[in-house]
């Protein structure tokens, strides 16, 4: 499994964003925080899993020049500005009005009205109404303890990340430890002391009494001091906390974001088609595209054949998370 980033943006949603912030240097990162929001909320979404059928290692310092020029393409900007493709794919399925410029492109007006408070709403990326039970829940669970944990709340089992490698945390914590949850939000948040943008994460432990034994509550004290050094914090839960399904998780992973993905859960997403479309169908032809060029970037020799016939018994495997 690998990560990548690459992402598209059209013109009507791009605008609709810089024109909300139109009285701020939208390109300055510590000038406004709702700006670093948003901006994070693009990142998240341009961030995706590639699973190949291969294992491969690329020196992108020496690959096929036209490949690297696509490829920078499409992962600039995350997002970067949408093929023109894709913006009169929108005009020819009445999504977005056509370009009425002689000497430039411009795709700035959808049919429909679009509020900026619904898109940057809607970027919070979530499922409405799935219901996942312990049988088709694709994270890693520990224990059935683990699953009282995150089985009483519907929306947050999309939300939560099982069973992460604690190095991708902090790197002080090697040796392939994991925690149990985590969530990190997808907005970006202005740390002066670094001068630099970052997530902020937050750890759930769910703690059975083998946590009472010394040496678990010595490692467990090592854990969070490491946690804590890179502003992520720690919360630990005991079946005493979880049984009676009373854990705030509202304000732990902070109530406005709470609050957004709730009403995405419950959203009648039939009601904004068009504002889903404009959004993540862009970002999905971005994944898409990317898949296909590292395949090509792995696989030079393709280009010696005379024709590339498409491959039916192996297939790439793209996760939208």
């Known amino acids: 499994m690998k990560q990548f980033k690459a992402g ?57 020049p036209v490949l690297a020029t696509i490829n920078n393409i499409i992962t600039r900007g995350l997002p970067t500005k949408a093929p023109l493709i894709i913006e009169d794919k929108f005009v020819e399925i ?32 979530i499922e409405p109404e799935l219901q996942i039970n312990k049988v088709n829940y694709g994270g890693s669970l520990g224990s059935h303890l683990e699953w009282q944990f995150i089985g009483q709340h519907p929306f947050l089992i999309q939300i939560l990340q099982s069973q992460r490698d604690f190095a991708t ?5 090697t040796g392939g430890r994991s925690v149990d949850f985590s969530f990190t939000s997808p907005y970006l948040h202005w740390d002066a002391a670094n001068n630099t943008l970052k997530n902020i994460t937050r750890i759930f432990e769910v703690d059975g009494p083998h946590h009472l034994l010394y040496e678990y509550v010595h490692y467990d004290i090592t854990r969070d001091i490491a946690a804590e050094e890179v502003d992520a914090k720690t919360y630990r839960f005991t079946k005493e906390n979880i049984t009676p399904g009373l854990i705030p998780f509202e304000t732990l992973i902070s109530r406005d974001i709470y ?14 088609l068009e504002e889903y ?45």
């Open 8 to 64: 598209y943006i059209v013109d009507a949603i791009s605008n609709l964003i810089t024109d909300n912030f139109k009285s701020f240097n939208y390109f300055n990162e510590n000038e406004n925080n709702d700006i670093n929001k948003v901006k994070g909320l693009l990142q998240n979404l341009s961030a995706f899993d590639v699973q190949f059928p291969y294992t491969h290692k690329i020196d992108y310092n020496n690959i096929n």
């Open 94 to 125: 009445n999504l977005i009005n056509a370009n009425k410029e002689e000497f430039e492109f411009k795709y700035n007006e959808p049919i429909k009205k679009i509020e900026y408070q619904t898109i940057f709403e809607l970027l919070h990326l």
């Open 169 to 173: 945390i902090t790197p002080v914590m």
């Open 259 to 272: 609050s957004i993905f709730e009403k995405n859960f419950n959203r009648e997403h039939t009601d904004f």
């Open 277 to 321: 479309s404009l959004i993540f169908i862009p970002l999905a032809v971005a994944r898409i595209q990317k898949a296909i060029i590292e395949h090509f970037i792995a696989k030079p020799n393709l280009f010696e054949k005379d024709a590339l016939q498409t491959c039916t018994n192996r297939r790439f495997s793209i996760s939208l998370k």
